[in-house]
């Protein structure tokens, strides 16, 4: 009795995937009959035993019993060691830096190995190199070249015996200098040297000389002749197709080189072993012998054009003759004009010889077809197919087709020939009759759009009408288009391709200026929007500027009225962007940036998103203080109102109107900007706004700090009035390098010259191209007077002369320390003057200076002030606590950096002291001995500062004084403000941003004391100067806080209201729509009672706000409940089939049948008990008429109802009710877990029932049953 297991399909579908054809038995299961369901061991063949690896041991049958080829690991790793003695780079500070490590990189780079290296006691190097067979040897031959002293040694071997280490194309040398890791060097062959010079490490050297030497010792025991044989008898030497010459080879081992035909040599050279060598040159000498006394020459002509069928294809039919005859037949070479064959052998084989040359010579011929020459494409065939057929039936047929000629030339063997040649007739004629072409005339330029985009327009026109058109490249410049093809086709096409050209000769072009600024944006990200406009307007081609022309121009083509609207719609869109492109500049002190950015770009972020605009701040590294803003005009002035406001309200800045005649503004501004940019910068950089030209207005706002707004308001009306009566302009010339001279240490030269004269001198900004031009304005007299007074001063300085100074040698390092900077300051100063100082190590005191003679002098002057200023300075201590020392240097150190350059000082601060815990313990007495006994010991002050506190100031005393007392006002101090408790996490704001904004605004910190002290105590922490600011606002914010917790007190007031649960729903409204508008309209909330909870009292509202608020929101509640009490509910029987159709999708039909009549219409949920009764609610006579109308509706949809059931009848399919047997899975019999009498399933969690792949198991007979 066999058992039988069953799986299911979807089980299965995995191993029944995998197995062969054969393998698969399929049980098919119906009810009336049953085969016999496939074996286990059919469904599962066994995986292969561990004996099938031995010898002797069988290939197991089944899908497993594939055998699987080990993968040989295409990784490698080789070790080798560099002595110290030979490594190159043994000097190192550090192992794994320098120029060994930079090495290793480029050498892993470069070979795509892996290199490893390591030290070894005796400090050689230990390299492991891993990767591919190739990249390792490339690298190993990298190292030892690079990181091992190279030695090199010469060789010495027969001259002819070079080529042999070469090797072909060199490959051999190549090896071997990859497996030696060495260079070879080998002489030119013109080069009479036999000495190979090989470089690389001592081991290398060695086995290349050895390699070399036994390639050499090989070549030793062959050896080379040379034997002349004339050219003519070299084809009987080698035999029909080299036959004779490869025995006399393999026989005798030698090597015969008989030259090619096409080489005129008759030198056959013989290599190999000597006894072998000497018999194959007795043997060909022989041939050769036999040959001259045997052989004799006849001369035959033969038209030069067979001459290639005589010769055969690579020879053969010549190879051919020789096998048949023994004759050899010679033909001259092919750019010789004679027709002369020459047949050289035995003189009763020459006639065979002969009879053969001619056969092959006739047994080829050409003809030709008439054809005209547009048809000859027609005849190919798409990609050859109409040829390829009589091309296979004649493969030795030659068909040749000639660009711009009506023929066509056949050549081949003469019958084939002919077959073809009557085939290709056949074709012509039949082509001649059922295709037709025409030429027409387009001019060249409407070509492309013929053609359309990617060729949409002729491939559509080509596959409609079935049909060939070749338009001419446009390097040609021709009007002609061919059309070939059927002739209706032709006709259709012709018709077709004129229409489009008349239509685009009727097109209009039109050129749209467009700022090149605005196209990219026209285009779009990847051309989606100028993609758009085509499809909106998809008769108009519109062209583009290629971006390099800088072309404003924008064409547009197609028919008239499109092109129009296309136009106004660009040009909407150009305006568009022309609003949306207003750009204003805000200039804003730069130190007032960081305001406006705000934390974390918070405020810029604000007013971007409120104003709609783009804000471009300056770089920090950026001398720039201009703010630019783009968008929409009105936007824009917003943004620049708001950003102005921020920097009004953060500094003492003020804003002066000075009203001047619009006409002067222009020469008020200078060229670019030159002379108002001069005012500015001399009135300590206030910004001087000027209206926009043409606007008309005479208002030039003047913005800055008090004091130099009135100056700059002085010197734009002093100027203006000059203007107005008579303005005069020079222009001067001075090299750049005199110009800080000539305006003189903040300004004073220049002032002077400007008190003295009243005209004005304009020097060049940076950015401006002349530096050598100096403007002066004003009235005529005071220019002229300017002018000679400067030009005498530049007169001067270009009068070079050298003097010197002695400077104390202990003095000289601070003028050259960082790099000369000192130096470098004073020639910026004075003109360009050259400072030069003794070498250091000399002792010599005299330094030189070279320069204008002036320039000279003030840098003498100004090198004996700092000189003083050296001799005088001083060294004073400053005592600040260390835990301010961060607060007092700044960001970034700026608060210091300051305070060095206001007094010319130097400031040290101290290390930091990582163990700031200061104590002093008295010394420990042993042995009762006094602890002060022979020492002296010294009491500690603990009042006395700590060496991690005290900041080092150098410099003159006064000065050393005053920055002392700059830093002292720079420690933060502390001041205690008391703020109640209750407020203090207000204060904080949501994740501490109210506390924070606080500190930004004051630029103080403040400290909130931890909840659970329960402190009133606030801290704050700053400069004094900003304490005061700091608590005023803390106090502010604690009185608006006191004010909104006084508001919240009012707003807590509650109201309950008592209303009968039923009336909820309908007071809350549909989505809540009723009860939200009451809550906004009275600005309070409203609390209804949670069904859930039992104890809650269900009819009470609760309403929370303003007490009068909630009074009007309750009297609004109990006027909804009057009006719902006023309400009746009414059920209607209606026939539930028309429910669906009464509701309408979605709720639309009911929901306005409820707004018509005032009245809400409830539906029996299913499975409710009346499937028929509907509820309406609402006035007694809206229930009455939404009730009528109800029914006039079921009574029209119940008719349609009963029509459509009575239809469904005779439309119903008959039924197919058969019942299917359940599926029984797959079936398989003689499963080893049904082997014994037991129905228990297999244990999938045991090793032993589902064994792993290579796991030991104990032998055991069941389930599996013994080893096979």
């Known amino acids: 009795m066999s058992s039988v297991a069953v799986l299911t399909q979807e089980s299965f579908a995995e191993h029944r995937s995998g197995l062969v054809p054969q393998q698969i038995k399929v049980a098919t299961l119906n009810s009336e009959e049953e085969s016999d369901p496939p074996t286990y061991k059919d469904a599962f063949p066994p995986l292969p035993e561990k004996a099938a690896c031995l010898e002797s041991a069988q290939e197991p049958a089944g899908a497993w019993g594939n055998k699987i080829r080990p993968i040989k690991a295409s990784v490698i790793t080789q070790v080798f060691h560099v002595p110290l003695e030979e490594r190159k780079y043994k000097d190192m500070n550090q192992f794994g830096e320098g120029e060994q490590a930079k090495i290793c990189l480029e050498i892993m780079q470069r070979t795509g190995a892996h290199l490893e290296l390591s030290l070894a006691k005796d400090q050689g190097l230990s390299i492991?190199?891993?990767?591919?067979?190739?990249?390792?040897?490339?690298?190993?031959?990298?190292?030892?070249?690079?990181?091992?002293?190279?030695?090199?040694?010469?060789?010495?071997?027969?001259?002819?015996?070079?080529?042999?280490?070469?090797?072909?194309?060199?490959?051999?040398?190549?090896?071997?200098?990859?497996?030696?890791?060495?260079?070879?060097?080998?002489?030119?062959?013109?080069?009479?040297?036999?000495?190979?010079?090989?470089?690389?490490?001592?081991?290398?050297?060695?086995?290349?000389?050895?390699?070399?030497?036994?390639?050499?010792?090989?070549?030793?025991?062959?050896?080379?002749?040379?034997?002349?044989?004339?050219?003519?008898?070299?084809?009987?030497?080698?035999?029909?197709?080299?036959?004779?010459?490869?025995?006399?080879?393999?026989?005798?081992?030698?090597?015969?080189?008989?030259?090619?035909?096409?080489?005129?040599?008759?030198?056959?050279?013989?290599?190999?072993?000597?006894?072998?060598?000497?018999?194959?040159?007795?043997?060909?000498?022989?041939?050769?012998?036999?040959?001259?006394?045997?052989?004799?020459?006849?001369?035959?002509?033969?038209?030069k054009s067979q001459h290639k069928y005589v010769i055969g294809p690579k020879g053969n039919s010549l190879q051919e003759i020789l096998e048949r005859t023994g004759v050899s037949v010679e033909i001259p070479p092919s750019d010789s004009t004679s027709e002369t064959v020459i047949l050289r052998g035995e003189p009763e084989k020459l006639g065979q010889a002969l009879t053969e040359v001619y056969a092959k010579a006739n047994s080829f011929t050409v003809s030709s077809v008439s054809a005209p020459s547009w048809l000859h494409r027609f005849i190919i065939g798409k990609k050859g197919q109409n040829l390829a057929k009589i091309t296979q039936q004649m493969p030795k047929v030659h068909i040749e087709f000639t660009e711009g000629e009506d023929k066509i030339t056949l050549e081949g063997p003469t019958e084939d020939v002919n077959v073809a040649q009557e085939q290709i007739e056949a074709m012509v004629k039949d082509l001649v009759t059922r295709m037709d072409y025409v030429e027409i005339s387009v001019e060249h330029r409407f070509h492309r759009h013929?053609?359309?985009?990617?060729?949409?327009?002729?491939?559509?026109?080509?596959?409609?009408?079935?049909?060939?058109?070749?338009?001419?490249?446009?390097?040609?410049?021709?009007?002609?288009?061919?059309?070939?093809?059927?002739?209706?086709?032709?006709?259709?096409?012709?018709?077709?391709?004129?229409?489009?050209?008349?239509?685009?000769?009727?097109?209009?072009?039109?050129?749209?200026?467009?700022?090149?600024?605005?196209?990219?944006?026209?285009?779009?990200?990847?051309?989606?929007?100028?993609?758009?406009?085509?499809?909106?307007?998809?008769?108009?081609?519109?062209?583009?500027?290629?971006?390099?022309?800088?072309?404003?121009?924008?064409?547009?083509?197609?028919?008239?009225?499109?092109?129009?609207?296309?136009?106004?719609?660009?040009?909407?869109?150009?305006?568009?962007?022309?609003?949306?492109?207003?750009?204003?500049?805000?200039?804003?002190?730069?130190?007032?940036?960081?305001?406006?950015?705000?934390?974390?770009?918070?405020?810029?972020?604000?007013?971007?998103?409120?104003?709609?605009?783009?804000i471009d701040l300056p770089a920090e590294n950026s001398n720039s203080e201009t703010i630019i803003i783009t968008g929409k005009r009105a936007n824009c002035e917003a943004a620049r109102s708001r950003i102005l406001s921020i920097q009004k309200d953060l500094a003492n800045i003020t804003e002066v109107e000075v009203s001047i005649p619009a006409r002067l503004h222009n020469s008020l501004i200078g060229t670019k900007g030159r002379l108002i940019r001069s005012i500015m910068e001399e009135c300590g950089g206030v910004h001087i706004h000027f209206p926009v030209e043409g606007s008309g207005s005479d208002t030039v706002v003047i913005r800055g700090p008090a004091s130099d707004v009135e100056k700059a308001k002085k010197q734009l009306l002093h100027l203006a009035e000059e203007k107005q009566t008579k303005s005069f302009t020079v222009d001067i010339r001075a090299k750049p390098e005199y110009h800080k001279f000539l305006i003189g240490k903040g300004g004073g030269k220049i002032r002077k010259v400007r008190d003295s004269t009243g005209a004005r001198v304009i020097f060049p900004a940076a950015e401006d191209k002349d530096q050598d031009l100096i403007t002066i304005i004003g009235k005529e007299d005071a220019v002229r007077e300017a002018q000679k007074e400067l030009e005498a001063l530049i007169q001067n300085l270009d009068n070079v002369v050298e003097d010197c100074m002695l400077v104390d040698p202990r003095h000289h390092r601070h003028f050259v320390i960082r790099r000369g900077q000192v130096l470098r300051e004073i020639a910026e100063e004075y003109g360009g003057v050259m400072v030069s100082f003794p070498r250091s190590g000399t002792q010599s005191d005299k330094v030189t200076l070279k320069g204008a003679k002036d320039c000279v002098e003030a840098a003498k002057k100004r090198i004996q002030e700092i000189i003083e200023d050296l001799e005088a300075q001083v060294t004073i201590e400053c005592a600040i606590p260390q835990k301010f020392h961060r607060s007092v240097m700044g960001p970034k150190g700026s608060r210091i950096q300051q305070i060095t350059r206001d007094y010319n000082v130097q400031i040290k601060f101290p290390d930091?002291?990582?163990?700031?815990?200061?104590?002093?313990?008295?010394?420990?007495?042993?042995?009762?001995?006094?602890?002060?006994?022979?020492?002296?010991?010294?009491?500690?002050?603990?009042?006395?500062?700590?060496?991690?506190?005290?900041?080092?100031?150098?410099?003159?005393?006064?000065?050393?004084?005053?920055?002392?007392?700059?830093?002292?006002?720079?420690?933060?101090?502390?001041?205690?403000?008391?703020?109640?408790?209750?407020?203090?996490?207000?204060?904080?704001?949501?994740?501490?941003?109210?506390?924070?904004?606080?500190?930004?605004?004051?630029?103080?910190?403040?400290?909130?004391?931890?909840?659970?002290?329960?402190?009133?105590?606030?801290?704050?922490?700053?400069?004094?100067?900003?304490?005061?600011?700091?608590?005023?606002?803390?106090?502010?914010?604690?009185?608006?806080?006191?004010?909104?917790?006084?508001?919240?007190?009012?707003?807590?007031?509650?109201?309950?209201?008592?209303?009968?649960?039923?009336?909820?729903?309908?007071?809350?409204?549909?989505?809540?729509?009723?009860?939200?508008?009451?809550?906004?309209?009275?600005?309070?909330?409203?609390?209804?009672?949670?069904?859930?909870?039992?104890?809650?009292?269900?009819?009470?509202?609760?309403?929370?706000?303003?007490?009068?608020?909630?009074?009007?929101?309750?009297?609004?509640?109990?006027?909804?409940?009057?009006?719902?009490?006023?309400?009746?509910?009414?059920?209607?029987?209606?026939?539930?089939?028309?429910?669906?159709?009464?509701?309408?999708?979605?709720?639309?039909?009911?929901?306005?049948?409820?707004?018509?009549?005032?009245?809400?219409?409830?539906?029996?949920?299913?499975?409710?008990?009346?499937?028929?009764?509907?509820?309406?609610?609402?006035?007694?006579?809206?229930?009455?008429?939404?009730?009528?109308?109800?029914?006039?509706?079921?009574?029209?949809?119940?008719?349609?109802?009963?029509?459509?059931e009575a239809l469904q009848v005779y439309m119903k399919p008959p039924a197919h009710e058969e019942s299917k047997a359940p599926s029984k899975g797959f079936v398989v019999r003689d499963a080893p877990w049904t082997a014994s009498s037991s129905d228990k399933a297999p244990d999938m969690s045991s090793s032993e029932e589902f064994p792993s792949f290579g796991a030991q198991v104990a032998p055991k007979t069941l389930p599996w049953g013994p080893k096979r």
Do not use: W
């Open 912 to 1204: 930091r002291e990582e163990n700031p815990v200061h104590s002093v313990e008295p010394p420990v007495q042993e042995n009762g001995d006094d602890a002060g006994d022979g020492r002296d010991t010294k009491d500690i002050d603990p009042g006395s500062p700590r060496r991690c506190d005290i900041i080092i100031i150098s410099g003159r005393k006064e000065k050393c004084e005053a920055a002392k007392e700059a830093l002292e006002a720079l420690v933060p101090v502390t001041i205690e403000v008391e703020v109640p408790f209750d407020l203090h996490r207000y204060i904080i704001g949501q994740k501490g941003s109210g506390i924070r904004k606080m500190m930004d605004e004051f630029e103080v910190n403040i400290h909130v004391p931890a909840p659970e002290l329960q402190s009133d105590i606030i801290a704050i922490t700053g400069l004094a100067a900003n304490l005061d600011r700091a608590k005023a606002g803390l106090l502010e914010r604690v009185r608006e806080l006191q004010a909104e917790q006084e508001d919240r007190a009012l707003r807590s007031f509650k109201l309950s209201v008592t209303v009968d649960p039923k009336y909820h729903p309908k007071i809350i409204g549909r989505k809540g729509t009723v009860i939200t508008q009451i809550r906004l309209e009275h600005d309070v909330n409203i609390q209804f009672p949670d069904k859930d909870d039992g104890n809650q009292p269900q009819d009470q509202i609760t309403i929370t706000g303003y007490e009068k608020n909630t009074e009007a929101a309750r009297d609004a509640i109990l006027k909804i409940v009057g009006e719902l009490e006023q309400m009746v509910s009414e059920d209607v029987p209606l026939d539930h089939r028309v429910h669906a159709r009464i509701i309408g999708a979605r709720g639309k039909a009911i929901r306005k049948i409820m707004d018509e009549f005032k009245v809400d219409i409830r539906f029996p949920q299913s499975g409710a008990p009346d499937p028929n009764c509907v509820t309406v609610t609402g006035l007694p006579e809206n229930v009455e008429e939404a009730i009528d109308h109800i029914l006039n509706l079921e009574e029209e949809y119940l008719a349609d109802v009963v029509d459509s």
């Open 450 to 614: 013929l053609i359309g985009k990617s060729g949409a327009n002729i491939n559509r026109i080509k596959d409609q009408y079935k049909v060939s058109v070749r338009i001419p490249p446009d390097s040609e410049k021709s009007n002609l288009i061919r059309i070939e093809g059927d002739p209706q086709g032709v006709q259709q096409a012709k018709r077709e391709l004129l229409e489009l050209a008349s239509r685009m000769e009727n097109e209009r072009t039109k050129d749209l200026v467009i700022e090149q600024r605005f196209h990219r944006t026209i285009i779009g990200q990847k051309g989606e929007r100028v993609r758009e406009i085509r499809d909106k307007f998809p008769e108009v081609i519109i062209n583009f500027p290629d971006p390099a022309q800088k072309s404003d121009i924008v064409q547009l083509r197609g028919p008239k009225n499109e092109v129009e609207k296309c136009t106004k719609y660009m040009q909407k869109m150009v305006a568009d962007l022309v609003e949306n492109s207003y750009s204003i500049s805000v200039p804003i002190f730069k130190q007032f940036h960081k305001n406006i950015i705000g934390k974390g770009g918070a405020n810029i972020k604000k007013i971007r998103e409120e104003s709609n605009t783009k």
């Open 128 to 303: 492991m190199v891993s990767g591919k067979l190739d990249a390792v040897m490339k690298a190993r031959k990298d190292i030892v070249a690079r990181l091992q002293t190279q030695a090199s040694a010469t060789v010495a071997i027969p001259k002819e015996h070079h080529r042999f280490v070469i090797g072909k194309n060199g490959e051999k040398l190549q090896d071997l200098e990859l497996k030696t890791a060495t260079k070879i060097q080998i002489p030119r062959p013109d080069d009479a040297s036999n000495q190979i010079r090989i470089t690389g490490t001592k081991e290398g050297i060695e086995k290349a000389r050895h390699e070399v030497l036994l390639i050499s010792a090989e070549q030793d025991k062959r050896a080379v002749e040379r034997l002349e044989v004339e050219k003519a008898f070299h084809p009987f030497i080698a035999g029909p197709y080299n036959r004779l010459v490869g025995e006399i080879m393999q026989e005798t081992g030698t090597r015969i080189n008989i030259p090619p035909p096409s080489v005129n040599r008759t030198e056959i050279v013989f290599t190999g072993e000597k006894e072998q060598l000497a018999q194959a040159v007795a043997r060909i000498k022989k041939i050769y012998e036999e040959k001259k006394k045997k052989t004799t020459t006849i001369a035959v002509e033969v038209k």
